[in-house]
């Protein structure tokens, strides 16, 4: 029975580590994918991006699901912290981006929020772009595994417990001030988008044949329209993935999203960057605490000729004592 035990715990803990190993190439691919927003990549690059966090969105919202389904009667069944983690790493970005982003281009609507990017869309819906960081959690996949571990492989999680209410903390910030309530860029730039739209409005009404040479002194500006009729039109590049929709009176405008998204890309850049640094430094301290403790316990009394008491028993009787 001992040895049925130590090969689930073997088989456990190969799973463990192929699924360690996803998580953090999930954390690399959404690097790269940031780096690549950051530096000015198309609509395309960044759906690409998109679609691969969506595959490992399923794949680990599959795992946790499966693995509840089949401990849920088990005593070694997942402690509630790795759990909790699992699920907002997995399950939470699955529901707020994948599934609408998935929704979005099966029915071809590219002019959703969730396909061209939650931070373009501005006010309250903008924060939920903020739920691609929760995927940075998948780091701590290692030190809070769904899969149970013998007494002895399960280290501390004072530390881990301490960066995880630092990224919830960041998390809420960042979700704060993409839905303009705290200062940010994202609220910099709505009121000059909507300042824009106000000289516009007036320029209609005091001269309107002067709105193309206006609307060309502002670059990001894509399409116009006043009163329904077409002013400037949008290039044959425009794609509505790229776009941002702002309406003032009886003027509305389509501002260009390259510089919301270089930014937003340059953010989760840093964010995972990081939280990859902010992991490591956590696992080679574990590693060498791990390493330390070993051997001061196997080595400090041995040397001294003191016996180890029920350590030592144990090792006689090939048992653990009561």
């Given at each position: ?51 691969a ?31 909790v ?29 969730a ?124 794609h509505?993935?790229?776009a ?68 030592e ?10």
């Open positions: 029975m001992d040895q049925a035990r130590e090969k689930g715990f073997r088989d456990r803990s190969f799973s463990d580590s192929v699924l360690s190993a996803l998580a953090v190439i999930s954390v690399v691919v959404a690097l790269s994918g940031s780096v690549a927003t950051a530096a000015g990549a198309s609509w395309r690059s960044r759906a690409y991006f998109s679609l966090g969506m595959v490992f969105d399923l794949v680990f919202s599959f795992e946790l699901f499966a693995v509840l389904a089949l401990t849920a009667r088990r005593r070694d069944a997942p402690k509630l912290a790795a759990c983690l699992a699920f907002l790493s997995s399950a939470v970005p699955l529901a707020i981006l994948s599934g609408p982003l998935l929704f979005g281009w099966a029915t071809a609507d590219f002019s959703a929020a396909v061209r990017g939650y931070a373009a869309s501005g006010g309250p819906m903008a924060a939920l772009a903020t739920a691609s960081a929760l995927r940075l959690l998948r780091l701590a996949r290692p030190y809070a595994s769904l899969y149970p571990r013998p007494p002895k492989a399960l280290p501390s999680k004072h530390a881990l417990i301490a960066l995880a209410a630092a990224a919830l903390a960041a998390l809420l910030a960042c979700a704060l001030t993409d839905a303009l309530v705290l200062p940010g860029y994202a609220r910099a730039e709505a009121e000059r988008r909507q300042g824009v739209m106000r000289a516009m409005r007036e320029l209609s009404v005091l001269d309107p044949s002067a709105l193309t040479e206006a609307a060309r002194t502002h670059p990001d500006i894509v399409a116009l329209a006043v009163d329904g009729m077409t002013v400037v039109a949008g290039g044959a590049d425009y509505p993935a790229d941002m929709y702002e309406e003032y009176a009886t003027v509305a405008a389509w501002f260009s999203a390259k510089p919301v998204h270089r930014a937003s890309g340059a953010a989760e850049a840093a964010a995972a960057v990081c939280a990859l640094i902010l992991t490591l430094a956590y696992a080679l301290s574990s590693r060498k605490a791990a390493r330390a403790g070993t051997s001061f316990r196997r080595g400090t009394r041995a040397a001294r000729g003191q016996p180890v008491g029920r350590e028993m144990a090792g006689v009787l090939g048992k653990r004592l009561p």
